[in-house]
């Protein structure tokens, strides 16, 4: 059973231009990201995947760098980008983490792996993480099957919203230690104010070499309201937002078959 991690990410964002290579502490956001894909031990491999677009090449140096693989792909679509990557890599399961989550949770992407396989789901997350803390965990026949019942191209960036469709796939929602269930905590990097309180966090907890636990960044957060103020009043955009120009409604899944 192989396991590869996809880090998606691309430089194209308009509310914080470049993101991912934004320097917090020694480094950029990119390689702060690697690295935490780095401690998710029971992956087989980590791939950055970005696009062929000329604005991404940077991103390519940063793979070389950080001694990973990098595959180029569709821009806009992110499913063929992943089936595509998937010809050259192979993998039986799938770990989507994305450019913006810099504090996602190498202890809890372990536990979804193993019981992603353990319990054969088709996705697997959890609700109860901070946001921009947690990846997600899918199938790669999972993923052929999502390609047939999409309606519409432009709803493959919103890939954890399809996959989560109970309708369609064999969906595990897992729990989480009580001193964990933060969900109401911001960790993405999407907005000059998140990239503030990204650094907060960093100055307070990284040592230069080590990665952020988790753990001690919800502790620092339960301590430092001051902290969770810096970036509390972005809102995440909602599925009810983005349904209204993007169809994310997946075809009857007796209609296609696999």
């Given at each position: ?79 063929a980008r ?153 809102e995440q ?22």
């Amino acid at each position: 059973m192989k396991v590869v991690i996809y880090l998606t990410v691309r430089l194209k964002s308009k509310r914080l231009p470049k993101k991912a290579l934004r320097v917090v502490g020694n480094q950029t956001i990119i390689e702060h990201i690697v690295d935490r894909a780095k401690a998710i031990k029971n992956a087989d491999e980590i791939v950055l995947c970005t696009s062929t677009n000329d604005e991404d090449t940077p991103l390519l140096e940063i793979a070389e760098k950080k001694n990973i693989p990098y595959f180029r792909g569709s821009e806009d679509n992110l499913i063929a980008r992943f089936l595509d990557a998937s010809e050259i890599y192979k993998p039986d399961v799938v770990i989507r983490m994305t450019g913006d989550n810099c504090l996602i949770s190498p202890e809890f992407m372990c536990y979804a792996i193993e019981k992603h396989i353990e319990n054969n789901a088709d996705f697997t997350s959890t609700k109860e993480l901070a946001g921009g803390s947690r990846g997600d965990v899918f199938s790669l026949n999972t993923l052929k099957h999502l390609k047939g019942l999409l309606q519409d191209e432009r709803a493959s960036e919103y890939l954890s919203w399809l996959l989560a469709d109970e309708n369609h796939f064999k969906v595990q929602w897992l729990s989480v230690d009580k001193e964990l269930k933060r969900p109401h905590y911001r960790l993405h990097c999407d907005t000059p104010a998140d990239l503030e309180f990204v650094k907060a966090v960093y100055e307070r907890l990284y040592d230069g070499t080590n990665i952020v636990d988790y753990r001690s960044v919800i502790k620092l957060l339960d301590e430092s309201p001051e902290i969770v103020a810096l970036n509390k009043q972005i809102e995440q955009r909602s599925r009810e937002y983005i349904k209204d120009y993007i169809n994310l409604e997946l075809k009857d899944s007796n209609s296609y078959l696999f």
